[in-house]
């Protein structure tokens, strides 16, 4: 990110609320699509948010392969990865969805885990098996929708889904997939963040309340909480939601 671009985020941090929305309005209307259009050129669908709804799953992984191929989706951080894993408990079995290029998924078998990463990019899968290659732990990998999961029910202790959640269609297919495969805990990370237009990501799904995951996950034991998201300051505020559903 440029110094420019950083200290212009640590200003607006700053603002009181009003002020930061006013130039967020501004942003969208006059700047945001053709900032867009410049920095990442023909491969980023800047109209991804208006028309999500209508892509068949081809297109939505041909996006996602095309993402991948241009650039680094890596979100979770080495301070979520602790939290997740520290939350996950005992040893067990673990379906990673939205595993991406792998990092929490090899952090988790490390850990001692036997984990399955599911995404609906094989460009992503690829690296991520490289990447479990390269560390030396076996995980297995699966190429599917977090709405349509390719498992039987109840068939892993734990399922984590973070920074995925926010790109999925239908949100409440996928918790309601999260629950039918889980047996113990589902553990979600998720940015708060607001609808706007344009920007940077695929995201179709925005979370500015906590108690919307609960609600959508419906159970009646968890823990939700809001906590800081270091690096990503850029596109939420540097927030996110923690949730901790419990099955059993
Ligand atoms: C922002 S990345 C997060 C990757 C990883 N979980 C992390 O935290 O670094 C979002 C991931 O969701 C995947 N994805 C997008 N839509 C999906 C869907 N409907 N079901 C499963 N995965 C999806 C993308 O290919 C991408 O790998």
Not at 40 to 60: A, C, T, V
Not at 102 to 116: N, S
Request: aromatic fraction near 12%; charged fraction near 30%.
């Amino acid at each position: 990110m440029s110094v420019f671009r950083t200290t212009y985020i640590r200003f607006k941090s700053f603002l009181p609320e009003p002020l930061r929305e006013a130039l967020s309005a501004i942003n969208q209307k006059l700047f945001a699509r053709r900032t867009l259009q410049r920095k990442y050129g023909d491969w980023f669908d800047i109209d991804w948010r208006k028309k999500f709804r209508s892509l068949s799953e081809q297109e939505w992984k041909h996006s996602y392969n095309e993402a991948w191929k241009h650039r680094n989706n890596d979100c979770v951080e080495e301070t979520d990865a602790t939290m997740i894993v520290a939350a996950l408990g005992d040893r067990g079995s673990v379906l990673e969805v939205g595993a991406g290029m792998g990092t929490l998924a090899i952090r988790m078998a490390k850990e001692g885990f036997h984990v399955t990463g599911v995404d609906v990019s094989d460009e992503a899968l690829q690296r991520a098996a490289e990447r479990a290659k390269e560390a030396g732990v076996a995980i297995t990998w699966k190429e599917g929708f977090a709405e349509s999961l390719p498992v039987a029910d109840k068939s892993f202790d734990y399922v984590t889904c973070c920074h995925t959640l926010e790109h999925v269609k239908d949100l409440a297919k996928a918790t309601s997939e999260l629950r039918r495969v889980a047996r113990k805990k589902i553990i979600v990370l998720t940015p708060k963040q607001k609808f706007r237009l344009y920007a940077e990501n695929y995201h179709t799904q925005f979370f500015e309340r906590k108690e919307q995951l609960v609600e959508e996950f419906g159970l009646s034991r968890y823990e939700c909480e809001e906590i800081d998201c270091i690096d990503h300051q850029n596109e939420f505020q540097g927030k996110a939601f923690f949730y901790v559903g419990y099955l059993e």
